[in-house]
């Protein structure tokens, strides 16, 4: 078991980490989509949809397969196929290729959450797993809001592709933290 002084910076860079990655997409993603694609507010619905489904029918099965082959290995799995998804942003030519993003996307989120969440819980103490969890949802929280309002700076004044390569970055950079955990 790690100490807490480790347990909490752990917490903190993958709480940070994951979201920024997450996060910087989130209020920007719209925008983008419809900026380049001329897409209907129908269709942001509609990929948003896919994204969410596609992760719950795979969550289970990805919960099993971290049991079997580690969630380390599942949780990198999954934010590495996320850094390729938010790159391949840049290089979509079309509104289907958005739908078939979304579908790895949400395949990608089913493989790091439950395996994120199991790692959390293995963090702590057996009296202290709630407070570990609940330290973790908010550095999450908290980071995600600051990644929202540095996403439409970001975009503002860079640019989309930009954005795209920071959220990769964030995304490889948290699998980096889970190699480097595991040993």
């Not at 980071?143 to 970055?169: M, N, P, R």
Request: net charge positive; aromatic share 14%.
């Amino acid at each position: 078991m790690l100490k807490p002084s480790k347990t909490l910076m752990l917490a903190l860079a993958l709480s940070t980490l994951y979201s920024l990655g997450v996060g910087l997409l989130g209020p920007v993603y719209p925008i983008f989509v419809i900026n380049r694609f001329s897409a209907s507010i129908m269709d942001i619905g509609l990929l948003y949809a896919v994204f969410c489904f596609i992760a719950a029918i795979f969550k289970v099965v990805a919960g099993m397969l971290a049991d079997v082959y580690g969630k380390e290995r599942i949780f990198f799995a999954g934010v590495i196929m996320g850094a390729l998804c938010s790159l391949s942003y840049i290089y979509v030519p079309n509104i289907m290729g958005l739908y078939i993003i979304e579908f790895f996307f949400g395949i990608s989120y089913a493989l790091q959450r439950p395996s994120l969440l199991a790692l959390m819980v293995d963090l702590g103490e057996k009296k202290k797993r709630g407070t570990v969890l609940g330290m973790f949802e908010s550095i999450y929280d908290i980071t995600e809001a600051a990644a929202a309002l540095l996403s439409t700076v970001i975009v503002t004044k860079i640019g989309f592709e930009t954005l795209f390569f920071i959220c990769s970055g964030c995304q490889a950079t948290t699998g980096i933290f889970i190699l480097k955990y595991k040993r």
